[in-house]
């Protein structure tokens, strides 16, 4: 196989044996809220900013975002903070503005892992592309969404499994740990880990983020709140603060582990 993709982004490097930890809210609700969690994602040790401005929700009533206000408090974050800032596209035509807000990695959801017109977009791109597994796609269908991008001349990509579909209903998603393996034994990029919409629960981000680093993946991406009962979107699932610095101590101890 052709050597393992590196995707530089500022002064992280993804896939190059370390552990990523890109941290923040599910939405940007406002310049305070942001900030406030910025500053706690930077403190914790985490290296890159999560937070969504333009929302896929299931229901069109719920919160959809604060869309471009909310690249605008990515890139202010981003300013306070140093952090790479990464956020959802969900229709090419935003892709102006994710470049004049510097957004760094450019996030495909799941619910848009087969919308082939934006991938073939994204491989015009010059920035990486965080690629989640759809809710009930295979590893050879993302892989095949990930060369929709490659076609198009965009080799920096970053698969994120997130949790599929089944019968369970306890967790919002089963999360495939497997995925880990098998993805890294079968393409060159990085894989990392979302905990935090695989669950649904709060309670479950830290043994799953234990297994999905014992397992091998190249980071996790985890959603934190400040004010978790009060956010806007997926609240049941944000840490907190306090609880990602602690994570992430705990995190670069089983990294320390398996990798003697
Ligand atoms: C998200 O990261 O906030 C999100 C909507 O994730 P997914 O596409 O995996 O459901
Ligand atoms: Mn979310």
Known sequence: MAEKTVIDVGTTKIGDGSLTIIAGPCAVESEEQLCTIAEAVKKSGAHLMRGGAFKPRTSPYNFQGLREEGLRLLSIAKQHTGLPIVT??????????????????????????????????????????LLKRGLACTYDELIMSAEYII????????????GI??????????????????????????VIVDPSHAAGRADMVAPLSYAAVAAGAD???????????????DGPQCIRPDTLTDLVKKLENITQAISQ
């Open 219 to 233: 980071g996790l991406i985890i959603e934190v709140h400040n004010d978790p009962e009060r956010a806007l979107c």
């Open 151 to 162: 076609a198009g001349g965009n080799e920096q990509i970053i698969f994120c499994e997130r």
């Open 88 to 129: 959802e596209i969900m229709d090419a035509n935003q892709l102006d503005n994710f470049e004049k807000y510097g957004v760094d990695v450019i996030q495909v959801g799941a619910r848009n892992m087969q919308n082939y017109e934006l991938l073939k977009a994204l491989g015009t791109v010059r920035k990486p592309v």
């Open 165 to 190: 579909r089944t019968f369970e209903t306890h967790t919002r998603n089963t999360l495939d740990i497997s995925a880990v393996p098998v993805l890294k034994s079968l393409s060159r990029f990085p």
